[in-house]
């Protein structure tokens, strides 16, 4: 009895169904083949428990997807689509009365498209030539974000479903690699570009602090020059209302003569005036002339009160 139970066992064990798996993009085709050699006694193609042919029925919902070839009982999918993808199973009885069901697992997959890469500079030395960056790729909903080096990089987080992922680097550029079992797309950026033209953040207080230093000066000088131009049309103003008068004294004080008052005065006429002591004493330096005629003269004397007046001649008074 343990004999016979041992044997069961094993031959279960052997006689495990054989499967295979399809993997095919959308909108292509597909030809499921028999793994098993015939003879097939009782035989029916079914895709998650429904029937899509048998030894003497064909399902007519399935009349326009599939084409079944009854002698080698393969089955062709055509156009495929996702809602297409699933497990097909092929069953048969052999001659010995055991049945057997091969499972043939078609996956369904669209072609990748070009992945999106984001870039963003942790470190950079321009003068050693070195840059650390994180690198973020994405696409249908999966991501990768890596930290990268001169020559490696190092995957920080994942979320994986759909496509596979990977970003590698070197001297020059980061790739972003993307595909699943039917398609591949890859993306490249440079590290120079990122590293050295875009903004770096041991840059990023300089050109902060020159920003708040830039900003309030272009703030402030429109500012300034409005002050300056309503100052300068105040001052403009206020000396065009005060200037004129001032103009008219300056000409008046030109075009008129000032008076020439006479330092005589009218009762001292003919008196010879008061002379400081360095007068007289030119006076006694300088030869005297002798009178040309004996009668007294007064010498010329000068007045002049808005004009001049010569008195020539003119015999001096006597003083009381």
């Known amino acids: 009895m343990f004999l016979l139970l041992s044997c069961w066992i094993i031959s279960g064990i052997m006689a495990e169904d054989p499967s295979v798996t399809y993997y095919q993009m959308k909108n292509s085709s597909v030809c499921l083949h028999v793994i098993t050699p015939p003879p097939y006694h009782e035989w029916k193609w079914t895709l998650a428990e429904k029937i899509i042919v048998t030894t003497t029925i064909s399902n007519p919902t399935f009349a326009d997807k599939v084409d079944h070839n009854r002698g080698n009982h393969s089955l062709s999918i055509k156009e495929l689509t996702v809602n297409d993808s699933g497990v097909y199973k092929f069953t048969f ?9 091969e499972k043939h697992t078609v996956v369904v997959e669209e072609h ?3 992945p999106v890469i984001v870039m963003s500079v942790l470190h950079s030395n321009l003068s050693a030539g070195s840059c650390n960056i994180s690198v973020n790729c994405s696409i249908l909903g999966d991501w990768l974000w890596s930290f990268c080096g001169e020559d490696s990089c190092t995957t ?26 039917v398609s591949e797309s890859n993306v490249s950026e440079s590290k120079g570009t990122t590293c050295f033209n875009k903004t770096n953040p041991e840059h990023t207080e300089e050109s902060l602090g020159l920003f708040l230093f830039v900003i309030p000066f272009i703030v402030c000088l429109p500012v300034f020059a409005i002050i300056f131009c309503v100052a300068k049309k105040f001052f403009s103003t206020k000396y065009n209302q005060t200037s004129p008068s001032i103009r008219n004294q300056q000409v008046e004080t030109q075009t008129q003569p000032e008076p020439r008052v006479s330092t005589v005065p009218s009762s001292n006429i003919g008196v010879e005036p008061r002379r ?9 330096q300088e030869p005297k002339e002798s009178p040309e005629t004996d009668s007294p003269k007064a010498d010329p004397v000068t007045v002049t009160v808005g004009m001049k007046i010569n008195i020539m001649n003119t015999p001096l008074l006597s003083l009381s």
Do not use: G, W
């Open 112 to 114: 990748v498209p070009t």
């Open 156 to 181: 920080s987080q994942r979320s994986l479903n759909k496509v596979n992922i990977t970003i590698s680097t070197d001297d020059r550029t980061v790739v972003c690699s993307a595909s699943n079992h």
């Open 276 to 284: 400081s002591e360095t007068d007289r004493s030119k006076d006694n």
């Open 93 to 101: 009885y052999k001659s010995n009365f055991m049945e057997i069901s």
